[in-house]
């Protein structure tokens, strides 16, 4: 029998919260438009769910590929059109209960949705269901990193200059990193802003996208980053496009949610789960 921990079941009992979702639209109408990232992320969606789940449902899944900025952009326009362009977006958690203050995604029904009483209390939110749930941490290359991180702040040791990675689209989590270790903290990122400057100095060499990081942890070109413990978990199988990384766990957690925007396509359709 496989052992599964508490973060893996999170992430499991997750992705089946959206799995179950999808169906009501492939009864109500066939076709169904998910704002997403692309990459790794959406192939998950499309092994686990539309391949899987949704096999011979006879459902069309339509992919709208961006980062979640480009997404709450989306909404933000939209918000006054009779319909939208996606049924259901994907966004941080941040991301999330910024469009929901604004007013343009839907609250759940938690009556329609029976499964979501099987999410971890602390990630519960009463506008999305979350299906991801994992730790941020720092990866390393064991064999040019030694002694192992044990903080934030040995991304900015002088002898790794040059041989440090971030991502563009982790933005947020970046800044609130460097301001733990400058003074401040999740409330608090103004302290961060002179500490990635000190970063920027140093050579720190900047990705797009979670895939072209794990291609500069491959080729050596970077040897420490701060990423998803997920990410290090797939990373290290032997289907990974990475060199085998070590991690070090940092910060408890972060999340996704998929949520209902008010101008869905479908949401004048049957939406019980």
Known sequence: MTKMNRRTFGILSGGLMLSTALPAFAQAGGRVVIGTWGGDYQ???????????????????????????????????ERRLPRGSMD??????????????NGLLEELDESKIPALSKVLPFIR???????????????????????????????????????????????QTTIESAAMIAGGGPSDY??????????????????????????????????????WNAR??????????????????????????CAFPRTRPTRKRPTNI
């Not at 991301?95 to 203050?101: K, T, V």
């Open 43 to 77: 192939n998950l969606q499309q092994i686990n769910i539309a391949d899987s789940v949704l096999k011979d449902s006879g459902m069309q899944v339509i992919y709208d590929p961006a980062n979640d900025v480009v997404r709450k952009s989306k909404l933000m326009a």
């Open 232 to 257: 290090g978990y797939m990373w290290k199988k032997p289907v990974s496009t990475s060199r085998s990384p070590s991690r070090k766990r940092a910060l408890p957690s972060i999340s996704r949610i």
């Open 125 to 171: 939110v009463p506008y999305g269901i979350p299906h991801i749930y994992t730790g941020r941490v720092i990866l390393f290359n064991p064999k040019e990193v030694s002694p192992a991180p044990t903080s934030y702040n040995d991304l900015w040791d002088p002898k790794y200059a040059g041989r440090i990675g971030v991502i563009d689209i982790q933005y």
């Open 88 to 101: 259901i977006a994907c966004l941080t958690r941040q991301g999330s209960y910024e469009m929901y203050a």
């Open 190 to 227: 103004e302290p961060g802003k002179a500490k990635l400057l000190e970063l920027k100095k140093q050579g720190v060499k900047i990705y797009p996208t979670n895939e072209a990081m794990a291609q500069a942890l491959k080729s050596g070109e970077i040897v420490m980053c701060i990423m």
